[in-house]
Structures are given as structure tokens and as C-alpha cells.
């Protein structure tokens, strides 16, 4: 199995920056792509972003597109999700995923049921 932790959210500024880190765990696991989803209060978990297993592709949802950077150090087992000129509506609890179905390959998926792992979430917020 694989194991994702994410740490690093917490309360910040609206304008301000942040960057949530997830330590990926288990066998083969800088074969995955890796994907960044959230969910905001009352609302379904969405795509934020995604990155290739070896760090050269990424994938933005448009919401963010422009403000998010995704990386990732594969002899550390990390991923990351860099967030700048966050606003309120960024608030959410940010998850970290691995998709395990299409190892070494470049193919991003954005739906959350191709993820088949997952963190605990992070929760972010955003104040104005």
C-alpha cells in the first residue's frame, strides 16, 4: 500500500503564500503520479492540481492555474503544493493522492476516483 501524510497547512493572509508538503511512503512510489484535490466547507472534493511520477508534467485546475505549483523531490519521497495569492476561497482541507494505475507514465488524471490513495488532509485557511 501506499502511505501519504500532508503537513504544512495552517492559517494564513489573503494574498499571502503557503506550501502544503506530502511524505509519500510504500513500494514504488515515485512511479505514481501524485494529485493535490481539496475540499472546501459544504462543498465535493475537487482537483487542484498533478504532477508526473518523475516531476516533468504538472496539471492545473483553472482555479488555481497561475498561482499553484506542484513539485516534487523523489529521493525524499515528497511532494509539494505551492499556493501564492491565496484568497478566502481557497480554504479548504488539502489532500494528497496517488495514482497508482498508470506508473511511469504521464497521464494526469483530475477525477478523485483515479486516486486509489490517500492522505489525512490538511486543513487551510484563508483569512481576508
Known amino acids: 500500500q501506499v502511505r501519504l501524510v500532508e503537513s504544512g497547512g495552517g492559517l494564513v493572509q489573503a494574498g499571502g503564500s503557503l506550501r502544503v508538503s506530502c511524505a509519500v511512503s510504500?513500494?514504488?512510489?515515485?512511479?505514481?503520479?501524485l494529485g493535490w484535490f481539496r475540499r472546501a466547507p459544504g462543498k465535493e472534493r475537487e482537483f487542484v492540481g498533478s504532477i508526473n511520477w518523475n516531476g516533468r508534467r504538472t496539471f492545473y485546475a483553472a482555479s488555481v492555474k497561475g498561482r499553484a505549483t506542484i513539485s516534487r523531490d523523489n529521493t525524499k519521497n515528497m511532494n509539494y503544493l505551492q499556493m501564492d495569492n491565496l484568497n478566502p476561497l481557497d480554504t479548504a482541507v488539502y489532500y494528497c493522492a496517488a495514482d497508482t494505475t498508470y506508473p511511469n507514465t504521464d497521464y494526469l488524471g483530475r477525477a478523485p476516483d483515479e486516486y486509489e490513495y490517500w492522505g489525512q488532509g490538511t486543513q487551510v485557511t484563508v483569512s481576508s
Open positions: 510504500g513500494h514504488s512510489v515515485s512511479s505514481y503520479a
